[in-house]
């Protein structure tokens, strides 16, 4: 008896250093020790100080059709937007026209969820928007949220037609569509042909920092009555 | 208030500064790649009471044996309760220990001269900045200058307790990093032509048993540190070993080669983008004020020259041979801007002293102290602003903020894994991608890092699996939808996917409801 009592904390020890674990169907198994690769210890990393790059995707865009008659809506349309005071640039620069990477062609909206809004001044069949929101650096903009509205407070007729917020972080819903890398040739968003005369387009932040940019906006579509 | 009082105040007040701008809210910026791989590095130290010299990364020991007690009063042994903060406050003190060491230059330098070098050195943004960085330049820069102290306090003094700490220093200052034989070459060409250009006697001879006092005790503080303290005899040959990977590393630059102005352009004046502008253009000009001063005799008048013509001739050496090596980082500046920041010093004690009325004296101190307070104010904004924005001249290679939000994924993941933390990690990226993710997920009991998508075998059920972008499609083909992707910001134009098994991803969001 003496042995037994000696024998049992010797074997729970045993069993304790070695892994061996007894499962309910009586077969013998043992933890899966794992020997996961270690990190190579490298130099310092290149330096990337943001010049005019432009990101090497492999592949163009591929032709994106539009009924005829579609012209751009939005060039020099009012902007409004969450952030009254810019930290950098003007709300007008979402539709001016200008699509530079460079400095001076982007308006940037502090931290935090951003909208800005842009004012086609009609009711038009929309079929096509395009966003630029920095593209002289690789970078992915957090939840990308475009929707449509005939009311300029976005209360009532409101139609979402691009959200990629799959963690609903800006507490509009989850999205499913997916996170994009910024590159040169902007994101290009299909509308659908749906009818709005208002268009405005969240983010929150991104990969690089937390404020929010806009290049510029485009807006294509065909007068409703046509 | 007399003059002592006034350099003891002032001077105390510089101190101050000097704590205030290198110990507050260290944990801000996020571990560069760099610091993550000494942080690791002296885990291992930390741990296991293992260390072995690599004559290839990591520098040398000094860093790693002198953050052991920092780490014993925070966190014990344990590698994972060790913090940012800890770690930092190594050369944050060592920083701050700079500014005392000018002290020791009395006699060589003016009172007024002395206080300035330390005020220049308190709140420039250059020296702040590094001594929040846990790598080896803060304490390269202490050592190097405690060389020049000690020596200066042996030539005045002749003692053998001056001896061995200049022994001491040198061989401190070899065990922390290797180059440091540049800025000893340049400390012993500054010593020869201060000797020529000084015409002033040499006073009581140099003992030959204070030499080999000096010798010896650098020579036994190198032995001790590259040898782990006897355990790995042969670090001492691999340290020697290592001029050939180093100074390969300073001729073949890569990407971190840059054309010779690359230091003067960054410290006269720097804007990146929308940016402000950066400048301690301040410093430099005093610096070439302090220089010409060296060798005005009216104005040293019995004053010894011999310090201040040393330091000149360091400082020019150095500024110059670190300027044409093409391998360069902001952070190797710091060996050669210590001696520029004394010369600065000199330059706005020699100012004060040669205006020759009150309104000129007052005149002069208002513009060296709106100088001073653009300094701090450059600091303050490179340090608690710009910190980790690619603005700041001093951020190189910085990780970004955004990272954090990766690290913080990944825990709010294995908060809901039945493992937790021994929740399996698969990290897939390109060697100099995967860090400081080491640092970060040190509490993780399986994490594997893979260069190549083939070799880290199966993925279809690994929580979460770290990639780099161009990897993206090679990994996500093994997926077949099972896991939810997300993209974050490693470095400016670097990010990482993180693709989170969509069970896991599913019960994170109803959590979060």
Redesign the interface.
Known sequence: MFLIFLALPLLFLFVWDTGIAFQDNGQEKVVLE?K???????????????AN?ERVTGKKRGPFYVPEGTELLSLNKPVTGSDTAPV?GELEFVTDGEKSGE?GYFV?LGPMVQWVQIDLEDTYSLHAILIWHYHS????YRDVIVQVSEDPDFITGVQTIYNND???SSGLG?GKD??Y?EVNEGRLIDPRGVKARYVRLFSR??????MNHYVEVEVYGTPVNE | MNKKAAFTALFLLAVCAAILFRVVRLDLRPMH??EA?QA??FGELLEKGEYRY?PI??HGPSLYYISLPFAWISSGKSFVALDEVTLRLVPALFGVGIVLLLLLLKDGFSGSAILFSGIFAAVSPLMVFYSRFYIQETLLVFFLLGVIAASWRYHLSRTWGWAAATGIFIGLAYATKETCVIAFGALFMGLLLARLFTKEPLGEKPRLVHGFILIGSAALVAFLLFSSFFQNPKGIVDSILSFQSYFG?AGEAG??SYPWPYYLKMLIFSR???GPVWSEALILVLAVIGSVAAFNSNWLKDRSPLLMRFVFFFTFIATAVYSLIPYK?PWNMLPFFIGIILLAGNGAAFLLDRSKNMAAWSLVLAILGVGVFHLGYQAHAANFRYYA??RNPYV??QT???FLNLVKRVEDIARIHPDHKGM?IK?ITH?????P??WYLRGFT??????DVDEAGTLEDVPVVISS?DLMEKIQAKFQETH??????L?????LAVHIRMDLWKK??EN?R
């Open positions: 794992l996961l690769p270690k990190p190579m210890f490298v130099g310092t990393p290149r330096n990337i100080r943001s790059l950098i400095e940037e650096q690789a970078r992915v799959h963690d609903n989850i997916k996170e890398i932040g991104n990969t690089s920092n937390d | 790649h760099d791989n690791v590095k690599d990364e990591h590393k990407f971190h990146y983008g929308s980082t924005d690619s190189y290679a970004s903020t955004d399996l990290v060697a100099d991608e995967a860090w993710l080491p399986r994490v594997g890092y893979w260069q972008i939810q992707g997300e993209f974050f910001g470095r400016p134009e670097v990010l994170f969001l979060r």
